[in-house]
């Protein structure tokens, strides 16, 4: 249910068609950002290194299984090296049953934003630019072979978004005025995470004193 969700947001607000390559990105950049705003997974998705990147058949099941509840459709199509693509297009504008929770969406929005104006080439490099694919990628330029099928550990997520002091303050400023814009998406994203780890400690005593 989660990845469907997901799944259908992404294709929802992604300003453009998505492919099956692209939109695994994005659900992979998704946890991977999502890991580091709340120390877990949205879904229970284990990413594989893969020929084009991270890669999960799931997302690819779930994709189907949106299609025979008649919510996508899934466009085959032979692609410039004679094999077969795949595109996603929406049947339906909107879907109660598969609202994203706030705080799921907060991240997707981000991937959105992110993401929009890529193409194929610069969404895959992003992909490849995280803490846990970039391990990946080194061992492989290391031992000069191809790691596919190794696992992708999501909790080799670090700091991404560094910012100072000031940032930070000035990126606060922004998303409490409704009259300005919240600035950059690298300084908004950064002062989520700046926030979140700021009172994580807080929220854990609060959960232990509850048990």
Do not use: C
């Not at 229970?44 to 084009?52: I, N």
């Not at 077969?84 to 929770?101: C, I, Q, R, V």
């Not at 300005?180 to 926030?195: F, K, M, N, P, T």
């Amino acid at each position: 249910m989660d990845l469907k969700r997901l799944i259908l947001f992404f294709m929802k607000n992604g300003h453009k068609t998505l492919g099956r390559t692209e939109l695994m990105k994005y659900i992979y950049l998704f946890e991977y950002y999502y890991f580091q705003m709340y120390g877990k997974q949205y879904t229970d998705l284990v990413f594989e290194r893969y020929k084009f990147g991270p890669n999960q058949s799931s997302v690819v099941e779930a994709t189907y299984a949106l299609e025979a509840e008649g919510l996508i459709a899934v466009e085959a199509y032979k692609n410039f090296y004679d094999g077969t693509s795949y595109d996603h297009h929406l049947l339906e504008d909107s879907f109660p049953d598969y609202e994203l929770a706030a705080n799921a969406e907060l991240v997707a929005g981000f991937v959105v934003d992110t993401l929009w104006n890529q193409n194929y080439r610069g969404v895959l490099d992003i992909a490849y630019s995280t803490p846990p694919m970039k391990e990946i990628l080194e061992e492989e330029i290391q031992t000069g072979s191809q790691l596919y099928g190794r696992v992708i550990d999501m909790a080799k997520s670090g700091p991404v978004f560094k910012s100072s002091r000031k940032a930070r303050m000035e990126a606060k400023k922004r998303l409490q005025s409704k009259e300005v814009s919240r600035g950059s998406d690298i300084e908004y994203y950064a002062h989520l995470v700046d926030q979140n780890q700021k009172f994580s400690d807080t929220r854990r005593r609060a959960n232990l004193a509850e048990q």
